[in-house]
Nanobody, 116 residues
């Protein structure tokens, strides 16, 4: 089983930057991909960015493309989401996701609020 610990959320002003981290532990050998989803207040959970661990291939949502980057540190079993030029509409709970050979595992979520 995989366990996830997220960090890096908080309050940031419009135009600012944040870096989210998600560290995986446990059965990390079973992980195919890692990434981030977000769920705004009253909204649905949506993909932000995903990265395949073996190939490094990424899938980044159009809403954040050009402003965000996803990366991994395989030695630390950690995935990062760097977000720049943040907008109020980026405010949401951000969830780390790992796709494993036995299914998806979600983190507990970290709040990102973009406001002046």
């Amino acid at each position: 089983q995989v366990q996830l610990v997220e960090s890096g959320g908080g309050l940031v002003q419009p135009g600012g930057s944040l870096k989210l981290s998600c560290e995986a532990s446990g059965s990390i050998f079973s992980i195919n991909a890692m990434g981030w989803y977000r769920q705004p207040p009253g909204g649905q959970r949506e993909l932000v960015a995903l990265i395949a661990l073996n190939s490094g291939a990424t899938n980044i949502a159009d809403s954040v493309k050009g402003r965000s980057a996803i990366s991994t540190d395989n030695a630390k079993n950690t995935v990062y989401l760097q977000m720049n030029s943040l907008k109020p509409e980026d405010s949401a709970v951000y969830y780390c996701l790992t796709n494993t050979i036995v299914g998806n595992v979600w983190g507990q979520g970290t709040q990102v609020t973009v406001a002046s």
